[in-house]
């Protein structure tokens, strides 16, 4: 069975300052593992995601993420964070089987605000 | 490249109306589609996938239903609307040509079920 911890509900960042959101996963397969953020009232857009190649990946807007298995983790940072990145973001596990959706899993996510 | 696009952006209507919710992608074929929904200050619920015409699978047992009568055309109904089908209505797709499995979003339905 997959499952997805998004350990923080809301997290309040000055801006300027580093972000992280973390996610922790567990997974009996090899996990593809994405980051998404959903402004509001907007779709869902992929930040970045990491398909068992590196181990650190980047992403879009300056993102990055690490995927350490040993943690089962794939926490998001940035190194300074800027007001457009106060949004949501969904962490989520998936199985790299298209035929078998039970295995898409999103995190509850993570509310990010951006204080001036 | 591929698009993806919600009809409509927002939509109020009254309980026990009917609905309709359209989402077409455009740039591919014979993707993956899917419909969630958002609730308020909740995460996503996955309520219908396909993998192709005709072929809808539900996730969870409500008074919606789903169609695909086109390979690149998803569709969300219900006969009679709830409140509690209020929400945010995200429809998202896989390649199922390529050997990723990344799923991309709509820009999404706000229903408002007064």
């Known amino acids: 069975a997959q499952s997805v911890t998004q350990l923080d509900s809301h997290v309040s960042v000055s801006e300027g300052t580093p972000v992280l959101l973390r996610c922790n996963y567990s997974s009996s397969y090899s996990p593809s593992l994405f980051w998404y953020v959903q402004h509001p009232n907007k779709g869902l857009q992929l930040l970045l995601k990491y398909t068992s190649a590196a181990t650190l990946v980047k992403g879009i807007n300056g993102f990055e993420a690490e995927f350490k298995k040993s943690e089962t983790s794939f926490h998001l940072t940035k190194p300074s964070a800027h007001m457009s990145d106060a949004a949501e973001y969904f962490c989520?596990?998936?199985?790299?089987?298209?035929?078998?959706?039970?295995?898409?899993?999103f995190g509850p996510g993570t509310s990010l605000s951006v204080i001036p | 490249s591929q698009t993806i696009h919600q009809w409509p952006a927002t939509l109020v209507q009254p309980v026990g109306s009917p609905l309709s919710l359209e989402c077409t992608v455009e740039?591919?074929?014979?993707?993956?589609l899917y419909w969630y929904r958002q609730a308020a200050g909740r995460g996503l619920q996955l309520l219908f996938y396909?993998?192709?015409?005709?072929?809808i699978s539900s996730e969870v047992p409500q008074n919606l239903s789903a169609s695909r009568p086109q390979d690149r055309q998803f569709i969300l109904s219900s006969k009679k609307l709830l409140l509690s089908d209020s929400g945010f209505y995200l429809c998202?797709?896989?390649?199922?040509?390529?050997?990723?499995?990344?799923?991309?979003f709509g820009p999404g339905t706000r229903l408002t079920v007064l």
């Open positions: 989520v596990v998936s199985r790299s089987s298209k035929t078998s959706y039970d295995k898409v899993i």
């Open positions: 740039g591919t074929s014979n993707p993956n």
């Open positions: 396909s993998v192709g015409i005709g072929q």
């Open positions: 998202a797709w896989i390649d199922s040509g390529l050997s990723t499995d990344t799923q991309y």
